[in-house]
C-alpha cells in the first residue's frame, strides 16, 4: 500500500527490485509454511510477523528513531545484545539467507565466498534490506575470514565497528573479549549519547535472558513424541527473534509454547509418532533460508533440533544475573559469550560433546550437517562432527550446499534414502 511504498521509498530501496523480491518471498512463504498441515494457532504470530518484515516493523524502527533511538546490525551471536540494549538501542540481526545482488556482490567479495556474506553485501549494494539501511551502526567481528575480510569492504558502505573475537579460549583471549566488550560498550555510548549504567545491563540482561528462557522451553517441549512443532516453524520462531521486539517476542514464545504443552498432554503433533526425527547441525540458517528444513520435511522425516546460531547455540547460555556493579557484569558478559562453540574457534571439541547431548536429549534418530558452500571452518568440523556421530552410534549425514535452487532435487534423493535408512 501506499505507506509502505513511502516507508521503503524513505529508505532509498530500489522499489522495483524490492517488489519482486517480496513476490517471491511471499510464493515461498506459501509453499514452504502455509501449506503445512496441523500446523499450531500460535504460528499465526510468525505468519504476521513474517508478511510484516518489511512493514510494520520497519515502521516501528523508523518511529523509534525518529525519537532519537538508535539502530544497531549485526552478523554474528558474539555481540551481545545485552549492551546494546543497556544503551537503549535497538539491535537487528542482518544476516541474509538469500540469493540476491549476487553481481554486485561479487565486486566486492571473491566469488567463492559463503552465501551468507554474499547475500549480505548484495542485500545492500542492490538496495533491497530496509533492516541494514535503517542502521546507524553495523557491528562486524573477527570469527572466519571471509567475514573479516567482508567487513573491511562493506566499511566502506555502512558506518562499521569491528570486534575483534579470538580464536581460542585461554586465558589471554578471554581478556582480549573482555577488552572487546568495554570498546563495543565505548562505541555505543559514542553512538547514542547514553551511558550504560550498572542498572540499565541489569535490566537488558534480564530482557535477553528471558528471550533465552523462552527458547530453551521451546527447545526442550520438542523432545516429546510426536513432534509438538515443525522443525520449520521452530526455525522461523529462531530467525524471527532476531528482527522483532524482545519482550513482544518473548511474550508470543511463550503463548506458543502453552499451546505446544497441551499439545503433548493431548498426544498430538505435526507428525505421526514414529516419524524419523532429525537434528540439523552446521551452520546458520538466515531468514529466508528454508531449503533444506523443506527437502528434509517433505521426505517423511521432521526436524526436532537446529545446532546452530539460529538456534540451539545461541540460546544455551544465559548470563548471571548476580553481579551488581559494571565490571562484574562485563566479566559475567564475558564469560557467556566465550562458551559460543562456533568453528571459527580451535580448538571446538566441545561442539561435538553439544551435538551428541542434544540428539540423545531430542530423541534424534540421526544427523544432518548443513555447511554452507565456501564455509572453511564447518567444513572441517562436518568430518569431526562425522566421526563423533559414529563413535556415539547416530546416523549421520552431511551436506553442503548454497543459496540456489539447482541441486534441490539432488538432495533431496540423498535425503530420502538417509531417512529410508532409520
Ligand atoms: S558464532 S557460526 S554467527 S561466526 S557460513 S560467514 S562461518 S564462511 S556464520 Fe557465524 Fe558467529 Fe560463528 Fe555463529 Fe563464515 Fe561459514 Fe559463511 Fe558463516
Known amino acids: 500500500d501506499a505507506a509502505h511504498m513511502a516507508l521503503w521509498e524513505s529508505l532509498d530501496l530500489d522499489i522495483p527490485a524490492h517488489d519482486a523480491l517480496l ?31 518489511h512493514g510494520l516493523r520497519i515502521k516501528e524502527i523508523q518511529d523509534a528513531k525518529a525519537t532519537g533511538k538508535k539502530v544497531v546490525g549485526t552478523f554474528c551471536v558474539f555481540v551481545p545484545e545485552e549492551l546494546t540494549l543497556a544503551a537503549d538501542a535497538i539491535q537487528v540481526g542482518l544476516c541474509a539467507g538469500a540469493k540476491a545482488g549476487t ?107 528471558a528471550k533465552r528462557q523462552a527458547l530453551q522451553r521451546l527447545a526442550r517441549l520438542r523432545s516429546a513424541d510426536p513432534a509438538p512443532i515443525s522443525g520449520r516453524d521452530a526455525l522461523l520462531v529462531n ?43 552446521g551452520c546458520p540458517m538466515a531468514v529466508p533460508n528454508w531449503k533444506l528444513p523443506y527437502l528434509i520435511e517433505s521426505s517423511g522425516a521432521v526436524i526436532v533440533g537446529e545446532e546452530s546460531c539460529i538456534g540451539e547455540r545461541n ?30 574457534f580451535t580448538p571446538n571439541t566441545e561442539r561435538l560433546d553439544h551435538i551428541a547431548a542434544m540428539a540423545k536429549e531430542l530423541g534424534a534418530d540421526g544427523v544432518i550437517h548443513y555447511g554452507l558452500l565456501f564455509c572453511q571452518p564447518y567444513a572441517h568440523e562436518a568430518l569431526k562432527v562425522g566421526k563423533a556421530m559414529e563413535a556415539a552410534g547416530l546416523p549421520y549425514l552431511a551436506i553442503e550446499t ?9 538432495l533431496k534423493t540423498r535425503v530420502e534414502a538417509f531417512v529410508e535408512t532409520l
Do not use: W
Open 402 to 410: 548454497d543459496y540456489g535452487m539447482e541441486d534441490a532435487g539432488q
Open 23 to 53: 513476490t517471491v518471498l511471499g510464493k515461498f512463504y506459501g509453499d514452504i509454511y502455509l501449506s503445512q498441515q496441523g500446523r499450531l494457532k500460535g504460528a499465526e504470530y510468525l505468519d504476521f510477523v513474517l508478511s510484516e518484515v
Open 103 to 209: 553481481e554486485k556482490a561479487e565486486t566486492l567479495v571473491p566469488r567463492n565466498t559463503c552465501d551468507l556474506i554474499k547475500s549480505f553485501v548484495g542485500f545492500k549494494l542492490a538496495k533491497l534490506c530496509p533492516y541494514t539501511e535503517s542502521c546507524d551502526l553495523v557491528v562486524g567481528e573477527t570469527t572466519c575470514d571471509g567475514k573479516k575480510k567482508a567487513y573491511e569492504a562493506f566499511g566502506e558502505h555502512v558506518p562499521m565497528h569491528v570486534m575483534e573475537v579470538p580464536q581460542c579460549k585461554g586465558p589471554r583471549d578471554r581478556d582480549l573479549f573482555r577488552a572487546e566488550l568495554t570498546r563495543y560498550k565505548d562505541a555505543l555510548e559514542k553512538l547514542t549519547g547514553n551511558t550504560i549504567t550498572a542498572a540499565a545491563l541489569a535490566a537488558a540482561t534480564k530482557v535477553v535472558n
Open 239 to 281: 530467525q524471527i527473534s532476531f528482527y522483532d521486539d524482545p519482550v513482544r517476542f518473548t511474550a508470543k514464545i511463550n503463548e506458543l509454547c502453552d499451546e505446544m504443552e497441551a499439545r503433548i498432554k493431548a498426544g498430538q503433533g505435526v507428525a505421526p509418532s514414529g516419524t524419523p526425527r532429525l537434528l540439523l547441525a
Open 315 to 344: 540460546t544455551r547460555d544465559f548470563t548471571d544475573e548476580t553481579p551488581t556493579d559494571l565490571d562484574g557484569m562485563l566479566d559475567a558478559l564475558t564469560d557467556r559469550y566465550m562458551k559460543i562453540d562456533c568453528a571459527c
